[in-house]
Structure formats: structure tokens, C-alpha cells
């Protein structure tokens, strides 16, 4: 066998093999509390005083098992430098993500590990977010907010506006839950909040985020030779939040209210970084910012939950970048191809050229036309710096 097929025959082994182990580190699976509800009565009671003591699922998985089997692979022997750096930042990436899942729940520890996998938010991610509060939110009487659907209504609406799309999933109901909604990669599952009834904006926004990205990257992931698509590029939540969330943009649902719910989501991460307790960054919201309780309760939990998971800043400063690629001339439907970063472009495009991947089979339907009619945010993601 020639040194070149050793080489290539080496490269999908790895690559095949670290495929089945990241298959079993979702964090969200792990990191999502499974009494928030009775925590938030809890916290309620006590007049905002007393942090909720949360409960996460358990861990299936060998971790130390899992860590040496991630470096132990042979990445000497793949011959192209690109890619086997590449494949050592992947492993470094999914080896700090098993980190923050073994600390769940361990305070500090787990937010130390959240910090090196997913960062903290900048000062300038921080003006951001208190710049977009300074505006007037639309009129949150409007029956467009109002909740309106069930979880099964919900469900319906998901399937109904899937049908434009080449592909099936599964859906779930889940009461363990922080978001109302969410995509699980690994199962290609969507999964829906069974306590939340949702409004027609809400509908709007989740169908173009959660089926119009999340899901259209999870199905473009699988379809090519190497697995790297599919299980996620190091560093790719920034790029996938940020083009879920211009995809309702697109698709003319975002909407001052949605760039101030992630606003807050900022300013709770950066309170992290402050040292806030859940109750100090909740009053934060709740009295500071004016946030009703039960939102300021649930981003606080997002930020809070594992012991500090700073991910949620990621969405302002994703779509910022997305805006700017975007209005730059730049294809977007390279960023559809998987799970991948916006750092990585040019080497999507080189495992494009040398059949390692394939273009975007699934494309975001949003993108191809401009349908956002909503004048202030415009001017809001332009005024972003």
C-alpha cells in the first residue's frame, strides 16, 4: 500500500472512531437541570434569596476511558499538517467538553471547564448587550406574544414547516428542561419544552433557529466522508448559534424583544465572571433591568446551571459575525455543510476540493431571500460592534 492511501486509510479510521466516542458527550444532555420547576418555587418562596439546588442527570460514560481514548490516536499518521492539526484541536475541544460534563454540578471546577471550552463574554460584548436594552421592545400585549399553542400544537407546527426540507427526525416532549426547544445533534432529535405554551412569535423564531439551522447542519453533517461534519468542529457554537439566530432574522422574525432576551443572556454570563450568586445575578435582571421574574429565572438558570456555564454569550456575538460575513458577500452555505466554525472556512472549502466533504446538500431556507421588514433591528445589528 502506498504511503499516501496509509495515510488516508489512517485519517478516516481516526476520524471514524472519534465519531462513535463523541457520540457520547452531549453536554446538553447532561448539563440541563431536572427540577428546575420545583427549584423555581423554591427560589420564589424565599423571596429571591435562596439559590436553587439543582439536580443533573447522570453520566453513562467511563471518563477516564473516554480522555484516553481520544489521545490515543495515531494522529502522526496522518499526512496532511491542515488536517492533522485540525484533528489534535478537535480532540483538545471534545477532551475539555468531557471535562465540563465530569464537573457538572462541582461549582467552580465545572465553571472553569465552561470557561475554557466555551470563553466569557468581552467588554465590548458587554456594551453590545447594554446598548440593545436601551431600545423600546414591541408592544408586549400584541397578540403575536401572547401564548397561544400547546406543546402538541407546537409539534405540528415543527412538522408542518419541515416538509420543505429533504429529511425526517424525532421529536420529544421533555419536562426537565431549560430551553423551550432544542436540537440534540447526536440522536437527531428535536426536543420540545412540555410545560411552556408557546406564542406565535416564539413559533416564528424556533422554526427558522431550531429546524432551519440546527437541524439542516445536523442532516448536512452526516452526508459527508469525513464524520468531523457531523460531530462538531472545535469552537462551533458561536458560528451555529449565530447563524440560528440570523436565520430568523431572515426569515423576519427576530425581533427587539428575542436581541434583548439575548442581550440579558450577555449581561448573566458576564455576572459569572463577576463572581455572582444565582440570586445576585437574578436580581440583577429582575430589579436592575426591569425583567419579569419567570424570564429573569430561566436566563438566570441557563447561566447559572453546572455551576457556570458561559455559553450563552456566544449568541449576540455569533450573529454579529454571521451579519457581517453575510453583508460582506461571503457564502453562507458553507457554514451549512455541519457543525462547523466560521474560523474554519477556508479548510471546509479544501476538504470540499479534495473529496473529504461535499457542498451543503440541505440549505437554509431563510437565506435565500431578505424577509425582515423591522427597521430598528437593522439598525441595532449595524450599530453592533
Known amino acids: 500500500m502506498k504511503e499516501s492511501e496509509v495515510a488516508t486509510k489512517a485519517l478516516f479510521t481516526i476520524d471514524n472512531y472519534i465519531d462513535q466516542l463523541v457520540k457520547k458527550i452531549e453536554l446538553l444532555s447532561y448539563v ?30 467511563d471518563k477516564f476511558k473516554l480522555h484516553r481514548e481520544f489521545f490515543a490516536q495515531p494522529l502522526e499518521l496522518i499526512e496532511d499538517e ?46 453590545n448587550a447594554k446598548f440593545i436594552l436601551h431600545f423600546e421592545e414591541e408592544d408586549p400585549t400584541s397578540a403575536n406574544f401572547q401564548p397561544k399553542y400547546t406543546p402538541e400544537e407546537a409539534e405540528k407546527i415543527f412538522r408542518d414547516y419541515s416538509k420543505q426540507y429533504d429529511f425526517t427526525y424525532e421529536i420529544k416532549f421533555s419536562d426537565k428542561m431549560g430551553a423551550i426547544a432544542m436540537v440534540l445533534n447526536n ?7 412540555s410545560n411552556h405554551t408557546f406564542s406565535e412569535t416564539q413559533m416564528a423564531v424556533l422554526t427558522s433557529h431550531e429546524i432551519g439551522v440546527h437541524m439542516v447542519t445536523t442532516m448536512n453533517g452526516l452526508l459527508h466522508p469525513l464524520k468531523i461534519f457531523s460531530h462538531g468542529f472545535p469552537n462551533n457554537v458561536e458560528t451555529q448559534e449565530g447563524l440560528s439566530v440570523f436565520s430568523e432574522y431572515m426569515s423576519g422574525s427576530l425581533t427587539v424583544r428575542r436581541l434583548k432576551e439575548l442581550a440579558y443572556r ?24 426591569d425583567l419579569n421574574k419567570e424570564k429573569a429565572f430561566y436566563i438566570t438558570t441557563r447561566a447559572h446551571r453546572g455551576g457556570g456555564l458561559t455559553k450563552d454569550y456566544l449568541y449576540l456575538s455569533g450573529l454579529k459575525k454571521i451579519f457581517d460575513y453575510y453583508h460582506a458577500g461571503k457564502d453562507l452555505n458553507l457554514l451549512l455543510t455541519g457543525k462547523v466554525s466560521l474560523e474554519y472556512v477556508d479548510q471546509i472549502k479544501s476538504l470540499i476540493t ?30 453592533l460592534k
Open 354 to 383: 479534495k473529496g473529504y466533504a461535499i457542498p451543503a446538500r440541505h440549505i437554509t431556507t431563510s437565506f435565500k431571500e431578505n424577509n425582515n421588514t423591522n427597521a430598528t433591528v437593522d439598525f441595532i445589528l449595524k450599530s
Open 187 to 193: 440522536s437527531k432529535t428535536l426536543v420540545i419544552n
Open 266 to 289: 450577555v449581561l448573566a454570563v458576564d455576572s459569572l465572571a463577576k463572581g455572582y450568586s444565582f440570586s445576585k445575578t437574578f436580581r440583577l435582571l429582575h430589579n436592575n433591568y
Open 32 to 61: 440541563n437541570p431536572v427540577n428546575i420547576e420545583e427549584q423555581k418555587q423554591r427560589f420564589f418562596t424565599s423571596k429571591y434569596l435562596t439559590d436553587p439546588v439543582f439536580k443533573y442527570p447522570s453520566i453513562d460514560f
Open 82 to 127: 491542515s488536517l492533522q492539526e485540525l484533528y489534535e484541536n478537535i480532540i483538545y475541544f471534545y477532551s475539555g467538553l468531557i471535562q465540563c460534563i465530569e464537573t457538572i454540578g462541582e461549582g467552580k471546577k465545572f465553571y472553569y471547564n465552561s470557561l475554557h471550552s466555551f470563553g466569557t463574554p468581552t467588554e465590548q460584548d458587554v456594551e
